[in-house]
């Protein structure tokens, strides 16, 4: 018996197997009537080119559709609905899974090789922190090729897999943080915000004299020369040696 989730396309319940079966190319293919003009892959596409240049609410199914010239309705015979459209999305930015064997043979260089690479999609794909937000969504062979392949690096780390996967969620977690800020950053507002704390605390310093004392120090200045995702990484890389060495003792 199929499984059923939240509702799709028309309000309907999800059919969670029919799902799985489309992100994995293994949807029942028709036998009779005319030859599919578009496929999945062309949809999710266009649905992707939709979402970079105006975010994850533009690729709906009504503007996907006038894509193709077609309604709405006539992309329900290839995609459910925009719960499955997104899925395919997914699917589609990550279809390039990273090759990390120029990165070394150490866990540790191979780990960072993967967070860039996937940051660097991030980036190229702000929507992609919303679709897909920690959530027990259906994954595709793309989605779980990236996950393979972040936890085929560590495997040398002589870890456990439960430990493998505390890890793994550490590093996306940093990814996803540091994507999240960039899609968050604003010049002119950051600009304001910085001056306008910056008075404040001339103000109240005795109020806040931890806080005063780090701006002072440049704690918020801008700085180039650190690269975020790279500092991160070594700290939490740190502490998974730590761990390596504490276990080995």
Not at 224 to 235: K, T
């Amino acid at each position: 018996m199929a499984g059923t989730g939240k509702a799709s396309g028309g309000g309907r319940p999800r059919d969670l197997r029919a799902g799985m079966a489309l992100l994995w190319g293994e949807q029942d293919q028709p036998t009779r009537g005319p030859k599919p003009s578009l496929t999945p892959r062309r949809i999710a596409a266009a649905a992707v080119a939709l979402a970079d240049a105006d975010g994850l609410d533009a690729a709906s199914m009504s503007k996907v559709g006038a894509e193709f010239g077609v309604s709405a309705m006539a992309l329900y015979r290839y995609v459910p609905g925009k719960a499955e459209l997104v899925e395919l999305m997914v699917e589609s930015v990550l279809e390039e899974l990273p090759d990390l064997t120029l990165a070394g043979d150490g866990w540790r260089d191979r780990l960072k090789e993967w967070a860039r690479r996937s940051l660097d999609v991030y980036r190229a794909h702000p929507w992609l922190l919303a679709a897909t937000a920690m959530r027990r969504q259906l994954v595709g062979p793309n989605q779980l090729g990236w996950l393979d392949a972040a936890l085929a690096a560590l495997e040398p780390a002589s870890l456990t897999g439960p430990e493998r996967h505390q890890v793994f969620l550490l590093v996306i977690g940093q990814v996803r943080n540091l994507a999240q800020q960039a899609l968050d950053f604003d010049e002119d507002h950051d600009r304001e915000w910085t001056a306008l704390t910056g008075e404040l605390l001339d103000r109240h310093a005795d109020r806040f004299p931890a806080l005063t004392r780090a701006l002072a120090d440049g704690a918020f200045a801008p700085t180039p020369a650190v690269d975020p995702l790279d500092f991160g990484l070594e700290r939490v890389l740190d502490g998974v040696e730590a761990l390596i060495a504490r276990d080995r003792a």
